[in-house]
């Protein structure tokens, strides 16, 4: 079946800081591939996404490549702020089967000024 | 932009109660979604609706119905609630299916 695996941390950073999270999954097919934040006491957000090989998705500052020959979507920033902290996501769409975002447990980030 | 709407944002009911749910999706999306989210845990896929029919369905309880009305906004019924149905509940839509999936704010649901 499809998963994903990421960090789960916490992560915990100073400002200014460089940001790695990892993520790697499983899937049958050719997924697609999502950055999803969420805010405390909000809802997600998409951050970034990448529908095929070797495709960056960037927003905010974050980037992600899609890595199919080591199945991974690590996000990155290059400098973090206390405005980052939050819980990311990455996620997956598994193109022809499920629609279903199959999600990873989520790694909270906490940025120190 | 207009955002995925869902009311309401909190909800108390007692065991064994019911529990109503809506989201109204971005205009012009046709793809809806229902997730469940316990705390401190990644959002679980419900269910799914696209034109108006269910798409796909995940590990939503017997006791958990939805359906998507003729303009586009979907309702997802609880009955019989149990403590363990305390969760932030999500709806999301997309413009057709396999598209990246736009969240609404969450309906917090809490069973006393």
């Known amino acids: 079946g499809n998963s994903v695996t990421q960090m789960e941390g916490p992560v915990t950073l100073s400002e200014e800081a460089f940001l790695t999270i990892n993520c790697t999954y499983t899937?049958?097919?050719?997924?697609?591939l999502f950055w999803y934040v969420q805010y405390p006491g909000e809802g997600l957000q998409l951050l970034l996404k990448?529908?095929?090989?070797?495709d960056k998705g960037s927003n905010k500052g974050f980037e992600a490549t899609y890595r199919k020959e080591t199945t991974s979507f690590h996000l990155e920033k290059g400098s973090v702020q206390v405005s980052d902290s939050a819980v990311y996501f990455c996620a997956l769409i598994s193109q022809g089967g499920s629609e279903k975002l199959v999600f990873g447990k989520g790694t909270k980030l906490t940025v120190n000024p | 932009a207009a955002g995925v709407i869902q009311s309401p944002r909190h909800l108390i009911k007692e065991k064994r109660e019911t529990a109503t749910l809506k989201c109204y999706p971005i205009p012009r999306h046709d793809t809806v979604y229902w997730y469940q989210q316990g705390p401190g845990q990644d959002p679980q896929f419900l269910i799914s609706?696209?034109?108006?029919?269910?798409?796909d369905k995940g590990s939503i309880p017997d006791r958990f119905s939805a359906q998507q009305f003729s303009d586009y906004h979907s309702e997802l019924n609880m009955s019989s609630l149990e403590l363990g149905d305390s969760a932030l509940y999500f709806c999301a839509s997309s413009l057709n299916t396999y598209n990246e999936q736009f969240f609404g704010p969450g309906t917090r649901l809490t069973v006393l």
């Open positions: 899937a049958t097919g050719y997924p697609s």
């Open positions: 990448a529908t095929k090989a070797d």
């Open positions: 609706f696209y034109e108006k029919m269910q798409s």
